[in-house]
């Protein structure tokens, strides 16, 4: 009898033994994956959809795409996946539906698409809040194309585009409480976006409308499309201890805006349509010396308009916020490197300030910001107005009385009577000085 027991007791011991092999086997591709996907995020653009992967190690992966329909398939090498891929292609017109399958060797990922699109795919190493990641951008075919703008007579309105820096999976700073920069940028560069046209000869323009990556190039490309005038870049400082604090106003460095006209000019056949009002000239002269002379005078109005409204707009800052830099700073960045558009980027404040912090959140605070920025830009361009725009329709120029000019002399160079050009300076008398300023009333 205890014979017998110990039979049936082994070969019970035996089948569970048997059990627990089977049971792990069913698990050991995943457990013995040297690598995982611990999230997918998908962001939906204008022109783009990016597709990033946060994997734990460094991704070892290949892709290619099928069509009649249109996939993308990914192999990641001794990877498992943990991500839900139910909902991921909800919000998304470009993916229709994500997929997967695993085998001892590798998990697939399959991306069912609405179209076929240009790809480009690339991983990045760890940084900033970031681990590794495996990125995928998806553009469409027919995005808009680099538009040539022709020169008018009558302009009308001057285009403002504005720069919400960051977005999508880019958030840029990130404050004590949580705050992300690319929603402070962006939530001010909407309501500068309307108080700008809001305004009577003045059009303004978003980059970037949603929560969504534009790689720093396509920015001023995207500028150029919409024949903006001038550029301001949205952005809000930090620093790794809470102690700095204040607003600051930059314009591109004077190497930068060389080095990049000199990159166009290696090749001005391609790229005269970025050097402004002079490209045609630029694109079809044998004169090297008249393509580089015409070229250097774009990059310098440029910049004389860049440092005027810089100016103007930190007068406005310092009426409502703390101003860090008092004066214009000079900027290497990308997105204030074109030479044929002016442009600022205002820094609103230091995220990581706890009491800024605080503020770039509040609704009031971003609304002053957007009203000092546009009040900056008004006031350069009504100072200053672009020939053929309603700017230079109304109000007044300023004119400094040099040495051999007299009231009569300036009435008749302006075409405007004496009466009315003392009326406006209210003088009492014909006569004026050297050095002295008169406002001369716009005839358009």
Not at 11 to 16: E, K, L, N, S, W
Request: charged share 25%; glycine share 6%.
């Amino acid at each position: 009898m205890d014979h017998i027991v110990y039979l049936v007791r082994a070969r019970i011991q035996a089948v569970a033994l048997l059990c627990m092999l089977a049971f792990a086997s069913l698990f050991s591709v995943d457990s013995l994956a040297a690598n995982s996907i611990d999230g997918i995020r998908v962001w939906p653009a204008p022109e783009n959809t990016r597709i990033v992967f946060d994997v734990k190690n460094k991704p070892d992966y290949k892709y290619f795409t099928l069509s009649n329909p249109d996939r993308l398939v990914i192999d990641f090498t001794d990877t498992k996946n943990s991500v839900p891929l139910n909902n991921l292609a909800a919000n998304d017109p470009r993916v229709k539906l994500f997929r997967s399958s695993s085998s001892k060797e590798k998990t697939r990922l399959v991306l069912e698409l609405s179209q076929s699109y240009q790809l480009t795919v690339f991983p990045l190493a760890p940084a900033g809040q970031y681990g590794n990641r495996l990125v995928i951008d998806l553009y469409d075919k027919n995005r808009s194309p680099k538009v040539v703008a022709t020169p008018k007579e009558n302009i009308g309105d001057i285009i403002i585009g504005i720069d919400a820096g960051h977005g999508g999976e880019d958030p840029g700073s990130i404050g004590s409480k949580g705050t992300y920069e690319k929603k402070v940028t962006l939530a001010i560069a909407k309501k500068l976006q309307k108080v700008i046209n809001e305004e009577k000869g003045m059009k303004a323009v978003l980059i970037r409308s949603g929560d969504y990556y534009v790689d720093l190039n396509r920015r001023t490309s995207l500028a150029r499309d919409k024949n903006v005038h001038f550029l301001v870049s949205i952005h809000a400082d930090a620093f790794h201890t809470p102690g700095p604090s204040g607003a600051s106003v930059w314009v591109v460095t004077q190497s930068r805006a060389e080095s990049e006209l000199s990159r166009w000019l290696v090749n001005r056949e391609k790229k005269s349509e970025l050097l402004g009002g002079g490209g045609g000239v630029i694109k079809t002269t044998a004169d090297s010396n008249l393509a580089l002379t015409l070229a250097d005078m774009s990059k310098e109005h440029s910049l004389g308009v860049s440092f005027g409204v810089a100016n103007n707009v930190i007068k406005e800052l310092r009426k409502i916020t703390k101003m860090h830099k008092s004066t214009p700073q000079n900027g290497n960045f990308a997105v204030l490197k074109s030479s044929d558009i002016p442009s600022i980027l205002v820094e609103t404040g230091f995220i990581s300030n706890h009491a800024e912090e605080k503020n770039l959140t509040w609704s009031k605070h971003q609304q002053r910001l957007a009203d000092a920025i546009h009040q900056g830009i008004k006031s350069h361009f009504l100072a200053h107005p672009l020939t053929g725009s309603y700017f230079a329709s109304i109000g007044y120029k300023k004119h400094k009385v040099r040495s051999g000019e007299s009231l009569s002399v300036l009435a008749e160079r302006y075409n405007i009577s004496m009466s009315k050009l003392k009326s406006i300076n209210n003088l009492k008398t014909n006569s004026i000085r050297i050095g002295q300023t008169l406002k001369i009333p716009r005839t358009g």
